[in-house]
């Protein structure tokens, strides 16, 4: 894990941008608030710094903490670029804008828009969960939009959860930090590290040779949802496969949400990725299906089809 300490100090310079203060930090990376030096426009700036694998220089440098090391760094260093440029070309209001990126200090840097607003852990946390199904709807279903742009190109982020969803106000959704975005398909072992985020992040992300796609970042944003109802994280994927604890929604929360809601997060956070939605228009099928429709809806079409009962 990266620590805070091991971030640049309050006013370096960085390309063209000073550094005001640390924002977080996590396994691969540390953000920053900035300010661009000649407009005076504050920005997001995150580094690559993989905690596990690098160090920080009395210069201020980063560099591997050993040969060892030193091929998977560089590797992360590179697809940490590539992915930045990627993300900058795609241009959507539920994800957040990359502006600009640029190598520096043995690493690199993605510059992103800075928005006004208010995370969405800080959120659940006043208000311990139970958010309506109105706040649910406009805010899961703008995020779909934007998570289905990053499919589209190819993309997995690999790392939703209430920490990396900021709301602008207005109940506009962001999703943030893709220092874990890699590209699909492609396998696990080809990753220099991998990002776990207990409770959102599905079983096949706890191996390195686990099959991730568009069904991995589903189980992330369904798992999302549940703890915007229970007000907690769900049961991590690892124990739930020794021992699963977790209650389908849909048997604990019939009388204050839809059938059709509780059914689609439940549907999501199978621990199988194979009985999970495998696209974000299967997932969106099933969340805008009407209440009245009865049997035979296109959630119990899809889950026979995958359940082999079709």
């Not at 200090?105 to 993605?110: I, Q």
């Not at 124990?239 to 849909?250: A, C, F, G, I, S």
Request: charged share 25%; aromatic share 8%.
């Amino acid at each position: 894990m990266t620590k805070k300490s091991d971030g640049l100090p309050s006013g370096t310079k960085i390309d063209d941008y000073r550094l005001i203060k640390i924002l977080g930090g996590g396994g691969f990376s540390i953000v920053y608030l900035g300010r661009h030096r000649r407009s005076g426009k504050q920005f997001v700036i995150k580094e690559y710094m993989p905690g596990s694998m690098c160090k920080r220089n009395p210069d201020g440098s980063v560099s591997a903490l050993s040969e060892d090391v030193a091929s998977r760094m560089n590797r992360g260093r590179k697809l940490f670029f590539q992915e930045a440029s990627t993300l900058a070309k795609l241009k959507h209001q539920n994800i957040v804008n990359v502006v600009n990126f640029f190598r520096a200090n043995g690493t690199v840097y993605m510059v992103m828009e800075y928005q006004g607003g208010q995370n969405l852990q800080q959120y659940l946390k006043q208000r311990k969960g139970g958010l309506s199904e109105t706040f649910l709807n406009v805010v899961f279903m703008r995020l779909l939009d934007g998570l289905e742009l990053i499919h589209n190109n190819d993309l997995l982020h690999l790392d939703i959860k209430p920490s990396n969803i900021h709301i602008r106000p207005g109940g506009q959704p962001i999703l943030l930090d893709f220092g874990a975005v890699h590209g699909f398909p492609q396998s696990r072992q080809l990753q220099p590290g991998q990002v776990i985020s207990p409770g959102y992040s599905p079983i096949e992300q706890y191996d390195n040779k686990g099959y991730v796609g568009p069904w991995t970042d589903l189980y992330a944003l369904g798992a999302t949802m549940r703890s915007c109802i229970d007000g907690k994280p769900g049961q991590p994927a690892d124990e739930r496969q020794t021992e699963d604890k977790q209650k389908p929604l849909v048997s604990q929360y019939k009388k204050r949400y839809s059938k059709t809601m509780l059914q689609a997060i439940d549907w999501a956070t199978e621990m199988d990725p194979m009985l999970r939605p495998q696209s974000v228009a299967e997932f969106r099928t099933v969340l805008t299906q009407k209440e009245t429709e009865k049997a035979n809806t296109p959630f119990e079409r899809l889950a026979n089809t995958l359940l082999g009962k079709d």
